[in-house]
């Protein structure tokens, strides 16, 4: 009997050791647990909340960047000309052509202001048009015709 003491004795000591070992991990599995649903509900109300403010913020339009040089009653020779010097001028990172007979277009990616812009194409483009040829100046814009008579 001593002996059946002896061996159960150990076996139960180690039994009641695991369980506590056992609840202790429990336990951390919990926290764990807890703290992975809290990151979780904070990534969601982040995106929430990004999304929320992507509503108010300002879009910017690939057209803002973009000065247009709207020209009327030129021919394709002289709108390649005038798109040569444009490219020249200092500040003009790129430009896109578009050429119709009612009325042409030049896209600039320009830095500065439409102002500055006319400027020094004026400087460059004498031959083409003169002050009395420009019927617009607006931030993005400019508006040459050329129908008129010189």
Do not use: R
């Amino acid at each position: 009997m001593k002996k059946l003491i002896v061996c159960c004795a150990p076996l139960i000591f180690l039994c009641v050791a695991s369980v506590k070992a056992q609840s202790l991990f429990d336990k951390v599995d919990q926290a764990l647990n807890k703290v992975e649903k809290a990151s979780n509900t904070a990534d969601k109300t982040k995106g929430t909340g990004d999304k929320v403010l992507g509503f108010f913020k300002k879009k910017e339009s690939a057209e803002e960047d973009f000065t247009t040089i709207n020209i009327s009653g030129i021919n394709l020779t002289n709108l390649k000309k005038l798109n040569e010097q444009v490219e020249t001028c200092k500040g003009v990172e790129s430009t896109k052509m578009k050429f119709s007979p009612s009325g042409s277009v030049i896209l600039v990616d320009y830095e500065g202001s439409a102002e500055d812009l006319l400027t020094a194409i004026q400087e460059k483009s004498k031959d083409i048009f003169t002050d009395e040829h420009i019927e617009g100046l607006d931030e993005h814009s400019i508006t040459i015709n050329l129908s008129k008579e010189k």
